[in-house]
């Protein structure tokens, strides 16, 4: 290992990302510092958020090794790295800086003869249209893993639906002395509220068969996520006057759901008595056997990315999970992409933390995957 992963994660968190602004300026320089003596390449679309693209080898087929830079905002406190009972504390420690650590400390002691790239982006909490969504775009490779703190023996390979949703509600208007609350618009809201809460925790469907497929290939299974489906009610506007009742309330919800719930269950979960919705925008699932990268590239580099957990001693998991990143960049070109990062607790809390010995075994296995990536390709095309 070129590299030691602790101390690299120590010095990123020390270098303030907060998204917002999400300025990324200080981080490229540092890994550009790293990477001197190798070929780089920053790629801007919103000015102060530079993307970092390091070839450490070129030839076909390529594979680019990608995390974020950016994290959620913290207390400045957090900015200050520490280490506690093999625990790593910071901003970004576990989401996503780690993982940055890891790729960086992955890199192999002699050039590959593929193609062989880094890649670190900015705006990922934000959506990621500024960072791997905006490079992807610029900078395309055949397979990517992306940095995301799944766990050394865990993959992600399945991100869940989300739709974005308004929800109105409307209520009688009038003088809080002289109009009951509860003929009011926040009120209802708040009964809505509770009951969509229910209706979207209890929605359940049969992923019987998602489970025999992974199991098929060797791969054991786990749904990450409170439930199936959510419903978030984010943001709430309502009111004109303290002594008004509201005559109307805005519920701005982020829903999430699993590939097996039917569509038409979420609709229904959300249309309720007095309220009208209207759904702005749906976030495809992405992931293996649901979208249209080509699946036999998708298991040939599923199983390099197995094979290197195994050796390790560890049995690989499939995690379906109801957040999402950045595969649906890379996936909606027919790109083969896959998560995986060290393990840790409380990413966006105050208590983040990612496991030391996580970031030491991630960057030896991401070493392993970066390994037996040109002999089972050659392998693959041969078959």
């Not at 030839?59 to 400045?76: C, F």
């Not at 406190?77 to 890891?102: F, H, I, S, T």
């Not at 500024?130 to 766990?151: A, H, W």
């Not at 083969?336 to 393990?343: D, H, I, L």
Request: with cysteine; charged share 25%; proline share 5%.
């Amino acid at each position: 290992m070129l590299y030691d992963p602790l101390e690299i994660a120590k010095e990123l968190i020390r270098l303030d990302s907060r998204n917002p602004p999400g300025i990324t300026v200080e981080v490229v320089e540092y890994i550009e510092s790293i990477f001197s003596e190798f070929k780089t390449k920053v790629i801007e679309k919103e000015e102060g958020k530079p993307n970092l693209i390091i070839e450490i080898s070129s030839g076909k087929p390529e594979l680019m090794l990608t995390s974020h830079m950016d994290t959620v905002p913290s207390p400045d406190a957090l900015l200050n790295p520490v280490v506690v009972d093999g625990r790593l504390y910071g901003r970004g420690a576990c989401d996503a800086k780690g993982c940055v650590a890891a790729i960086i400390s992955a890199l192999p002691e002699n050039e590959p003869d593929f193609g062989l790239k880094f890649v670190f982006t900015s705006d990922e909490e934000v959506g990621g249209v500024n960072g791997l969504g905006y490079v992807f775009e610029k900078e395309r490779s055949d397979f990517v893993l992306i940095g995301e703190p799944f766990g050394s023996d865990r993959i992600g390979i399945l991100q869940a639906a989300v739709v974005s949703a308004d929800i109105m509600i409307k209520g009688s208007s009038g003088h809080t002395a002289t109009k009951d609350a509860k003929d009011g618009a926040i009120y209802r809201a708040s009964k809505y509220i509770m009951n969509a809460v229910e209706r979207f925790s209890s929605l359940q469907g049969d992923y019987s068969n998602f489970m025999e497929m992974y199991r098929g290939i060797g791969l054991d299974f786990e749904l990450r996520g409170v439930n199936q489906a959510v419903f978030n009610p984010a943001v709430i506007k309502g009111g004109i006057k303290r002594n008004v009742v509201a005559p109307e309330c805005l519920i701005e919800a982020d829903v999430r759901f699993m590939p097996w719930i039917n569509r038409e269950e979420i609709r229904r979960a959300l249309a309720m008595d007095e309220a009208d919705f209207r759904i702005n925008g749906l976030l495809q699932p992405y992931g293996l056997f649901v979208d249209q990268v080509d699946r036999e590239k998708d298991l040939w580099f599923l199983e390099i990315i197995m094979k290197s957990i195994r050796e390790k001693g560890l049995k690989p998991v499939g995690v379906c999970s109801l957040g999402v990143g950045d595969t649906r960049h890379v996936r909606k070109h027919g790109i083969p992409a896959f998560y995986y990062g060290p393990r840790g607790k409380g990413l966006h809390s105050e208590n983040e933390y990612v496991f030391v010995e996580e970031l030491y075994r991630c960057a030896e296995i991401i070493g392993l995957i970066i390994r037996a990536f040109g002999d089972g390709y050659e392998k693959f095309e041969k078959t």
